[in-house]
């Protein structure tokens, strides 16, 4: 029996519009990252339509924010589902993350 993950998408409009779907797991981090915006706006991506996500997930998000950082730009992080959150707490980078609309966000706040 074969199980259907579907691959993390970006859609909307960048750079407050954008929503990020799918399941973010290892197998498509790397190819989702080069394809993810960078530059000197300020981002929110709404995270509530994310499926499975691991460790690998959460990087691609933390790498995503250090190289918007470094063009001059932010992150807001939006509805982030609590499997990303409980990895984020256990991982010890849950601040880094810095999302809104979350037990997490409600915490660093």
């Excluded at 190289?67 to 980078?93: C, D, F, H, K, S």
Aim: aromatic share 2%; no cysteine; net charge negative.
């Amino acid at each position: 029996m074969t199980t259907n993950n579907p691959a993390p998408l970006l859609r909307g409009e960048a750079p407050d519009g954008l929503a990020l779907a799918g399941d973010l797991r290892f197998a498509d981090v790397t190819r989702l990252l080069e394809s993810l915006p960078v530059g000197a706006e300020a981002y929110q991506v709404d995270l509530s339509d994310l499926g499975a996500v691991d460790s690998a997930g959460v990087a691609l998000i933390l790498e995503w924010r250090l190289r918007l950082e470094a063009a001059g730009g932010t992150l807001t992080i939006t509805n982030p589902p609590q499997r990303l959150v409980r990895l984020a707490g256990i991982g010890g980078v849950a601040k880094l993350l810095r999302v809104e609309n979350s037990e997490l966000g409600k915490a660093d706040a």
